[in-house]
Nanobody
Framework: QVQLVESGGGLVQAGGSLRLACAVSGRTFSNYRMGWFRQAPGKERDFVAVINRSGGSTSYADSVKGRFTISRDNVKNTVYLQMNNLKPEDTAVYYC????????????????WGKGTLVTVSS
């Protein structure tokens, strides 16, 4: 089993920044591609960003490119999501995800999920 615990969510004004963190325990962290997804009320869970096992390759949803940055620390077993220039449409519950064999970009391929952290962006 792999346990994922997110932190760093909160209320921020439009244009502000937040940094989410996801602490991972239970298995070898570096075996997993790590991602962030988000789910707004009444909507499906959507891909936000993914980082490969070494941290050398990343991919982002078009809606967050240039504003969000995903990174990982394979010593601290933690993945981060730096979110800048936040917009009201970024309001959602953000979920950390661990994907061993897939691309890390589709919810159906995720092996483990965190419980989520709420991000609210006010206009």
């Amino acid at each position: 089993q792999v346990q994922l615990v997110e932190s760093g969510g909160g209320l921020v004004q439009a244009g502000g920044s937040l940094r989410l963190a996801c602490a991972v325990s239970g298995r070898t962290f570096s075996n997993y591609r790590m991602g962030w997804f988000r789910q707004a009320p009444g909507k499906e869970r959507d891909f936000v960003a993914v980082i490969n096992r070494s941290g050398g390759s990343t991919s982002y949803a078009d809606s967050v490119k240039g504003r969000f940055t995903i990174s990982r620390d394979n010593v601290k077993n933690t993945v981060y999501l730096q979110m800048n220039n936040l917009k009201p449409e970024d309001t959602a519950v953000y979920y950390c995800a661990a994907d061993r064999y897939g691309s890390g970009t589709t919810p159906g391929g995720v092996d483990y999920w965190g419980k989520g952290t709420l991000v609210t962006v006010s206009s």
